[in-house]
Structure formats: C-alpha cells, structure tokens
C-alpha cells in the first residue's frame, strides 16, 4: 500500500524520501530489465532510447518508455512502457509539481534517471547489443542525456 509524501518537506528530505519509495521498486525493476536484455534485438534497430515521463501535469505516477530506433521497424514494435510498477510509488502532494520554487518535478526526474541508470547497471545492461541512452521527456531534470551502455 502506498502512503502520501506530505508536502513541507526539505529538498533533502523529499529526495531521499522518494529514492527510498523508489528503493523498495528496485528488485522488481532489475527483473524486468533483465527480460528486456535477454530479449533478441531485432535487425533493424540500431539504437534504444529510454524516455522517463514524469506526468507533471496530471501528478500521477511517472513512467518509463522505451524506444527502438531504426528503419522498416514495425510500429506495433517501436515502443513499450517498461514494467516497472512505478504507480506503487509513495503519492506525492500536488505541491510538489506546482510549487517552482521548491523545483520537485526536476527532483523527481534526476531521482527517476538516477535510479533507473544504477538498476539498468545491476541489470548488466552495460553491454546490450546496440547504444542505449535515458531521457526525460519535456527537458525536465538537468537536461543530461544517461549514455547507458559502453557502445
């Protein structure tokens, strides 16, 4: 059962109150990465793009996307949300997407990125056979791209 994070916490107290409700996601997520990398790559995919959503406008529960980008791939085959069980996450006060100030939706997506780099990592990732690189739709975080594979 998910609990609220109350709004009024610290910047601190919000990021590490969040990464730990995104801790207890992590066994789960390795997992289904794992699948996703035990997968055979089609031919014609030539790179993976993970796109993290962080549904600021609605502040409902993130989502992570994943892309396979390449030519003559099938639409139905082009992109799939990843499993990752992330509406189990804690809620969150609405405040924490519309108060600027405090910045939440950019702490949500760097704790999102940050998490799901470190999973994909103890996943073995590292090594998937085409360019893999972790986003976050609509610029929000620090706007870094996440190389996550050595190609």
Not at 97 to 106: I, L, P
Request: with cysteine; glycine share 8%; aromatic share 12%.
């Amino acid at each position: 059962m998910t609990k609220m994070i109350q709004f009024g916490l610290t910047q601190k107290q919000f990021t590490q109150g969040y990464l730990q409700s995104l801790d207890g996601l992590s066994a789960h997520s390795i997992q289904c990465i794992s699948n996703l990398l035990r997968q055979p790559i089609n031919a014609a995919v030539r790179s993976v793009e993970f796109q993290v959503f962080v549904d600021a406008e609605n502040h409902g529960a993130p989502s992570i996307w994943v892309y396979f980008i390449g030519d003559n791939i099938k639409t139905s085959e082009r992109s799939s949300e990843m499993a990752l069980k992330l509406d189990e996450l804690d809620e969150l006060d609405d405040r924490y997407f519309t108060d600027f100030d405090f910045g939440g939706v950019n702490m949500i997506a760097h704790a999102l990125t940050s998490w799901f780099a470190e999973c994909w990592k103890k996943a073995g990732g590292w090594d998937y056979g085409v360019p893999a690189v972790l986003d976050v739709h609509d610029g929000f975080g620090d706007g870094r791209r996440i190389q996550l594979t050595e190609k």
